[in-house]
């Protein structure tokens, strides 16, 4: 079925960038919605962790994340000597691989050290 729109009720090129316009603005509010809800439940999977493992209350847990929001808040993705200094840091630490997902790798070395 072939349908025709009047000429008359044609988008204008201004409205067509404006309906453009709108509709990014609602993809990046559900980006950002998504990424924040991300951030909320690694807290919570941290906070619960911590406190498991370790015995972190309430005041240290309440420290820690006010540290790691105000690091998101500072550094963005584009801070790359930043980054480049998170990495090194985590390399020092011995946690990088396992953070940028070389997880496999990691943990059979960890069994093997077990043994």
Same mark, same amino acid.
């Given at each position: 079925?072939?349908?025709? !729109?009047?000429?008359?009720? %044609?988008?204008?090129?201004?409205?067509?960038? /404006? @309906?453009?316009?709108?509709?990014?603005? @609602?993809?990046?509010?559900? &980006?950002? %919605?998504?990424?924040?809800? #991300?951030?909320?439940?690694?807290? +919570? @999977?941290? #906070?619960? #962790?911590?406190?498991?493992?370790?015995?972190?209350? %309430?005041?240290?847990? &309440?420290?820690? &994340?006010?540290? @790691?929001?105000?690091?998101?808040?500072?550094?963005?993705?584009?801070? !790359?000597? &930043?980054?480049?200094?998170?990495?090194?840091?985590? /390399?020092?630490?011995?946690?990088?691989?396992?953070?940028?997902?070389?997880?496999?790798? +990691?943990?059979?070395?960890?069994?093997? %050290?077990?043994?």
């Amino acid at each position: 079925m072939k349908s025709k !729109i009047p000429i008359q009720t %044609k988008i204008s090129r201004k409205e067509l960038e /404006e @309906l453009r316009s709108y509709c990014d603005g @609602l993809a990046q509010d559900g &980006f950002m %919605k998504n990424s924040e809800r #991300a951030m909320r439940r690694w807290f +919570k @999977l941290l #906070a619960v #962790a911590l406190n498991e493992r370790y015995g972190f209350g %309430k005041d240290r847990l &309440f420290r820690l &994340f006010g540290d @790691l929001t105000e690091l998101i808040r500072i550094h963005d993705e584009e801070d !790359i000597e &930043f980054w480049t200094h998170a990495d090194r840091r985590c /390399e020092q630490i011995g946690v990088l691989d396992v953070i940028e997902g070389n997880l496999t790798q +990691k943990n059979e070395s960890v069994k093997m %050290k077990q043994r």
